[in-house]
């Protein structure tokens, strides 16, 4: 009962108090957005753009993401610069860090956004990782490692000393816990559904973010967020009545990037190493359990055996 009241106190949370006006001047910033070509992705790029930070679109698709950054170049006047990153193949992942490396000695912020919502529960990553599990933690965790070094080193630069990765987590994460025997493909997994599984992704972001911030927090401001229920590309898997029950109780797609910049470009942000945010732009409360720190340590080594080898 308690996770559902506080899944409606997050459903409906009133006027946004923060808004892109807010958003200081980001010049001289490098930021990169995952899953930036579509969705609450691409309205925070929008928006850094708009307060002029040079925007990484981390993206699989290069054909939607070139389209992307041509509409924001006319809402704009700005360019984005893109990416190609494919969060479930490890390889890729690899790749496009080193791509961005051979570009950039800076990294500001990395907003972790992308995700993957319930797809058919017979897609896995190219590695056999479930798709949801693999994508949007193990995937953003691999990212996010390979670049640990580049935002470490910035935040020597930066007169906060700071430097800050946004997580991008769900509601859903109040559903289900970790089970670790469902991460690759087996009979549990599929036993599972997707559903559960995404709520277990869902929880795994905010775990990952919880031990980045401990490992990293002397420079790195970890913060997890509920970005809201927001109409996006999310929702392609949805069909019949649950898209009709989802998609009648959605936010348009610009109020899911509010908490998000709110959280990777304000003042406030730097205070937020290991918080939860939630809609709209304001501290809230993750289940009680991702807070953990031996689970937070677990799923960290869990997520450094799979990727060692790569």
């Known amino acids: 009962m308690g996770a559902y009241l506080s899944m409606l106190g997050q459903s409906f949370p009133g006027k946004p108090k923060f808004k892109t006006e807010d958003i200081p001047d980001l010049s001289g910033k490098v930021i990169i ?13 929008k928006a850094l753009l708009q307060r002029n930070a040079k925007v990484y679109i981390a993206a699989r698709s290069q054909d939607k993401s070139e389209q ?15 990416l190609k990153l494919d969060l479930a193949d490890l390889p890729s992942i690899k790749t496009a860090a080193e791509e961005f490396k051979s570009k950039e000695t800076q990294l500001h912020v990395l907003f972790n956004n992308a995700g993957v919502m319930i797809p058919p529960i017979e897609q896995l990553t190219a590695q056999g ?16 490692k390979l670049l640990i070094p580049t935002l470490v080193e910035t935040a020597k630069t930066t007169p906060e000393g700071k430097v800050r990765v946004i997580t991008t987590s769900s509601s859903a994460h109040l559903f289900y816990g970790l089970n670790f025997a469902t991460f690759k493909d087996s009979p549990k997994r599929k036993k599972l559904g997707t559903s559960r599984l995404y709520s277990q992704s869902k929880f795994g972001n905010i775990v990952f973010a919880n031990e980045l911030g401990r490992r990293y927090g002397d420079s790195i401001v970890s913060v997890s967020l509920n970005p809201g229920n927001i109409q996006s590309d999310l929702q392609r898997y949805t069909k019949g009545i649950q898209r009709t029950l989802i998609t ?4 348009p797609t610009p109020y899911g990037a509010v908490t998000q910049l709110w959280a990777g ?4 942000g730097l205070e937020l190493n290991g918080k939860y945010a939630v809609p709209w732009a304001r501290v809230g409360t993750a289940r009680k359990d991702t ?3 031996q689970l937070g340590k677990e799923l960290w080594e869990w997520l450094e055996e799979q990727v060692k080898d790569i």
């Not at 992307?68 to 700005?78: F, M, R, S, Y």
């Open 33 to 45: 957005v995952t899953g930036a070509n579509t969705g609450i992705g691409k309205e925070t790029a």
């Open 129 to 144: 990782y479930d798709l949801q599990f693999g994508t949007n933690v193990l995937g953003h965790f691999y990212f996010t």
């Open 248 to 251: 009648s109780a959605l936010y």
């Open 265 to 268: 470009t304000s003042k406030d």
């Open 291 to 293: 807070a953990n720190p």
């Open 68 to 82: 992307a950054i041509k509409d924001l170049e006319k809402e704009t006047g700005k360019t984005a610069v893109f």
